[in-house]
């Protein structure tokens, strides 16, 4: 009986390089993004700059987290009080947090099979909303052309939650640079670690110039290096209310770094999702995700589908794997456990049942897929579920197999 032992919450180790210069943040005491020594620039601003570089956009703003970033671009819109904004039912708290945060509405769009938003559900709810926050959820891409499409047609602007799409793309085009605005996190969990943080890109100039006033400038906005021309700020900077959430020096000086090793980063974690991909093929009532040949997708965690199971037989398979090291999360368990809640547990903002929505929750599994594993962990990983799904299925659904490790 193989057991893993790996962590699925162990993230590699902050590079050195990164280290060495938080050290020296540190050792200057200039932590705060406006406390420069003269000539100095401070590293939220550049890494602002290299960000926006490396994504192409002409403006980007370092913030303190991706949800404060979603909440900022939604601000930056103009997005009242009961305003209705649409955004997706497969997502996680902070995207709806973030929408009534604002005091806005948030309408949820149902998931495909492919675990991307629904277009027929989204042009079936379009009426009265303005914007859609879309949630790249879990690193699966919906068909942007034909969502941007359908967006354009009925006046919707488009706010893209890439918390886990940092370097993705479709057909070639990064996300963050289809809709009006990106917002990406940098939590521990994402694509670079800077423990919190986020980042907004655009090119639109008044859109970022109210996203630097709104996190905090202090009338110092002359200090970004990725921020719109002096022009743009003229008639905001005296009608913007400060709301407090720049990112510091030392979080920017962790994820510069880390931005420059970002390619090959998201190499190494497609090869581990592949890796998972194909130990799990053709496993007897599971359902892998279709990957479209147009998504550039960067793995960080993989999902699968068990259609259609009962509840008992996905928590029979779910506490098999776990005897055997193998951490699984379940989107369809009626009490939202760690970062598994749906669009029904957030009662705050009410929505009428999606049948076809609440089959495909039922049956997401979801599991994190660190660095840290080896491919041959990621193939162990697979061998185990691969085991333990086709058990169960073969309805043996008996308590998890505890029997001493051979080894
Ligand atoms: C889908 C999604 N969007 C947005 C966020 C917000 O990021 P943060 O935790 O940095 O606020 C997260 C974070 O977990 C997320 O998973």
């Not at 949800?67 to 305003?83: E, F, K, S």
């Not at 509840?311 to 999360?329: F, M, N, Q, S, T």
């Not at 039922?362 to 840290?372: E, Q, V």
Request: aromatic residues 8%; contains cysteine; charged residues 20%.
């Amino acid at each position: 009986m193989e057991r893993f032992t790996g962590s699925f919450t162990q993230q590699e180790p902050i590079p050195d390089t990164a280290i060495a210069a938080a050290l020296r943040v540190m050792q200057s005491g200039r932590l705060h993004r406006y406390n420069t020594a003269p000539d100095e620039i401070a590293e939220a601003a550049l890494l602002e700059e290299e960000f926006a570089a490396a994504t192409g956009a002409r403006y980007c703003l370092a913030v303190a987290s991706g949800g404060y970033a979603l909440a900022t671009a939604l601000r930056a819109m103009g997005v009242q009080p009961g305003d209705r904004v649409l955004t997706n039912a497969f997502t996680l708290a902070p995207v709806p947090g973030a929408i009534a945060s604002v005091g806005a509405v948030p309408v949820f769009v149902g998931v495909t099979e492919g675990l991307v938003i629904d277009l027929d559900d989204l042009a079936a709810k379009a009426e009265g909303a303005r914007v859609l926050m879309l949630s790249h959820m879990r690193g699966h891409i919906c068909d942007m052309g034909a969502l941007m499409r359908l967006c354009d047609a009925r006046g919707i602007t488009v706010i893209e939650d890439c918390a886990h799409t940092m370097g993705a793309t479709w057909d070639g085009q990064l996300t963050g640079r289809w809709g009006a605005m990106g917002c990406f996190s940098t939590q521990t969990y994402k694509h670079m670690n800077s423990g919190e943080g986020g980042l907004i890109i655009s090119d639109d100039p008044a859109l970022m110039a109210r996203t630097v006033l709104l996190s905090g400038s202090y009338m110092l906005y002359n200090r970004h290096r990725a921020a719109p021309p002096a022009e743009a700020f003229a008639d905001l900077r005296l009608t913007t209310p400060n709301i407090s959430g720049r990112m510091d020096n030392l979080r920017a000086a962790i994820l510069r770094p880390q931005l420059a090793d970002l390619p090959r980063q998201c190499a190494r974690w497609n090869e581990r999702y592949r890796a998972v991909e194909a130990g799990l093929a053709e496993t007897p009532g599971l359902t892998r995700i279709q990957r479209p040949a147009a998504e550039g997708f960067v793995a960080s965690s993989f999902q699968f589908l068990l259609l259609d199971w009962t509840p008992e037989a996905i928590r029979a398979v779910i506490a098999r794997c776990g005897a055997r090291g193998v951490e699984l999360k379940w989107f369809g368990a009626p009490e939202p456990v760690a970062f598994t809640s749906r669009y029904d547990s957030w009662t705050y903002a009410p929505s009428a049942p999606m049948p076809a929505t609440d089959r495909i929750l039922h049956g997401i599994i979801d599991m994190r897929l660190p660095l840290t594993f080896s491919l041959e962990d990621c193939a162990q990983i697979a061998r185990i579920i691969r085991a333990e799904v086709s058990a169960v299925f073969q309805g043996d659904t008996s308590a998890p197999d505890l029997t001493p490790r051979a080894d």
